[in-house]
């Protein structure tokens, strides 16, 4: 076993990826750990598969022409004068709106894709029975995700685009790294924390009553992915020694910047501008004199409000100190996180996903069974 996991707690305990032989450690059977029991027979009460349509109806129409999926302020591009000047036609602008909702929902089908991977790459490096069932269920609860996400898109836009190239390489990165705590910190925590952000926001901003399904029967799930990350951390961070510390901070900060620029960049977009007849440099000329208004980007606080529950989840773990504060205080208000207390935004749009799981799965159950979400 190695030491490059940053591995404080026994059932974080992992092996190198193709030692097998370490599983068939007699011992090993009867020492497996209980911490992720609740989690893992929860996953019958929030039950659901994208392929039944009496939990979701992949045929429900939505007027893609005359429709914005999603209201302006949510669009960066569109505050921009430039953009808006030459998109004025109200029909443009649904386009557009509609194009770049398919740049973020296909970010997330990539994403999904690559937290299938992974977790079922943590089945092989983590040594603990408990731990490796608590994997395999978030590895098949990711792929009903991918399969509901790639039907999503299939029927509003056909198919997908590409994944970004910073995002591939993060994804790349976390799904081949044999360091269990690069797992863990890259995807339970912050891919799944943005994740979850994300479905909030876009189950609260969505015009398409289909998509806001989608995002919280997904939610359902994201959330006890999201507490997986948080059990490692609240069992590791504490033991942490000063140098220990600095790498997982640092990696924290590293995949934070990563999906943020993935996310907001219009770097990023350029292909998009090109599609509307829009000159890219022109485009991201306007956003970089945007981010030094002080008006201008209290509009812009929408998009990064995504990032919230993902800041939010790092500075509560103790992850996040004075060396990389000033980092995430310019995207969100660090003080008013830390008064906020542990309360998700999400978690309220789960508990009710999981209530409406219950009716269809449990008929005839007894009504007032306690939240799934509760367990730990
Ligand atoms: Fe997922
Ligand atoms: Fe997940």
Redesign the pocket.
């Known amino acids: 076993m190695t030491d490059n996991n940053i591995t404080k707690d026994a059932m974080y305990e992992a092996v190198a990826p193709d030692d097998f032989e370490s599983m068939l450690q007699l011992d090993r059977y009867n020492a497996r750990s209980t911490a992720f029991d609740k989690i893992i027979s929860a996953t019958h009460d929030h039950f659901w598969d994208p392929l039944d349509k009496k939990y979701i109806d992949f045929d429900e129409p939505f007027d893609m022409e005359n429709e914005a999926l999603l209201p302006e302020e949510m669009v960066g591009a569109l505050h921009t004068k430039y953009v808006s000047d030459i998109l004025s036609d109200p029909k443009d602008r649904i386009r557009f709106i509609n194009a770049s909702t398919l740049r973020s929902l296909s970010s997330i089908l990539h994403?999904?894709q690559g937290?299938?991977n992974l977790s079922a790459s943590l089945c092989h490096v983590l040594y603990d029975q408990g731990a490796q069932e608590y994997a395999a269920n978030?590895t098949r609860?990711?792929a009903r995700?991918?399969t509901a996400f790639a039907k999503y898109i299939k029927a509003r836009w056909g198919k997908p685009v590409a994944c970004s190239p910073v995002l591939q390489a993060l994804l790349v990165d976390i799904i081949g790294s044999p360091e269990v705590y690069k797992k863990i910190i890259g995807m339970q925590m912050l891919v799944?924390g943005l994740?979850m952000g994300a479905f909030a926001t876009f189950f609260q901003k969505l015009n398409d009553p289909l998509g806001r399904k989608l995002m919280q029967l997904?939610m359902t799930?994201?959330a006890f992915?999201h507490k997986f990350g948080k059990i490692w951390a609240d069992r590791t961070v504490p033991k942490l020694s000063p140098e220990e510390h600095i790498i997982i901070e640092d990696w924290a900060a590293h995949c934070f910047q990563t999906l943020l620029f993935n996310l907001v960049a219009p770097s990023e977009q350029r292909d998009l501008y090109e599609e509307f007849g829009l000159d890219p440099d022109k485009v991201i000329a306007e956003f970089q004199e945007m981010a030094t208004d002080e008006s201008r980007r209290e509009d812009m606080k929408e998009a990064t409000n995504i990032f919230r529950v993902l800041i939010k989840t790092l500075l509560n773990a103790g992850i996040i100190t004075d060396r990389t504060r000033a980092f995430y205080g310019m995207y969100v208000d660090m003080d008013e996180l830390k008064a906020e207390g542990d309360r998700m935004v999400g978690d309220d749009i789960a508990e009710d996903g999981i209530k409406y799981l219950q009716a269809i799965n449990f008929k005839d159950r007894p009504a007032n069974a306690p939240s799934a979400l509760a367990a730990e």
Request: hydrophobic share 35%.
């Open positions: 994403g999904e937290a299938l978030q609860e990711e995700h991918v799944e994740a997904v799930d994201e992915h």
